[in-house]
């Protein structure tokens, strides 16, 4: 399972807004073993950063859902992750340097124009996983 959470592109996270609705997202995310980090990149967005859905309803609701999943024609090849979890903002310098080094080194993509230094970072630790399929 950990190899496939280190390998998967990209994950979906859940979030619930201020009138408990249901907020889902894909993500870019890396996963240390231990954590996952999701920053968020230069891409263009409808709002600034710090108005973006999922980062007001995790200040708000810190519980998150992460899922990474993968489907293939055959379905006896189908998994999914499912990470039950508390996201946060990594405030940390230390911390935050090295998510954004281990997110450039999975995506060739984050050059210095696309995840800058000062871009926030989520951290989201785990408090329930569950798997099912070809794991």
Same mark, same amino acid.
């Given at each position: ?10 994950? $979906? ?12 997202? =894909?993500?870019?995310?890396?996963? !240390? ?6 920053? @968020? #990149? ?11 859905? $999922?980062?007001?309803? @995790?200040?708000?609701? =810190?519980?998150? +859902?992460?899922?990474? !999943?993968? /489907? #293939? &024609?055959? %379905? ?18 230390? &911390?935050?340097? $090295? +998510? ?6 999975? /995506? ?9 230094? #000062?871009? =926030?970072?989520?951290? @989201?630790? =785990?408090?329930?996983?569950?798997? %099912?399929?070809? @794991?």
């Amino acid at each position: 399972m950990r190899a496939k959470l280190k390998s998967s592109r990209v994950a $979906r996270l859940g979030t619930v807004d201020a009138e408990r609705g249901a907020h889902v997202v =894909p993500v870019c995310f890396v996963y !240390d073993g231990k954590v996952f980090y999701s920053a @968020i #990149d230069g891409k263009p967005k409808r709002v600034a950063a710090g108005r973006l859905a $999922r980062l007001k309803n @995790i200040r708000k609701t =810190p519980q998150v +859902a992460l899922l990474v !999943d993968h /489907y #293939d &024609e055959d %379905w006896t090849r189908l998994w999914y992750v499912l990470v039950r979890g508390v996201a946060e903002l990594v405030s940390v310098s230390s &911390e935050r340097k $090295r +998510a954004l080094k281990l997110l450039r080194a999975k /995506y060739r993509q984050y050059g210095p124009d696309l995840l800058r230094d #000062d871009a =926030p970072v989520l951290r @989201i630790t =785990p408090r329930r996983v569950v798997a %099912w399929g070809d @794991i």
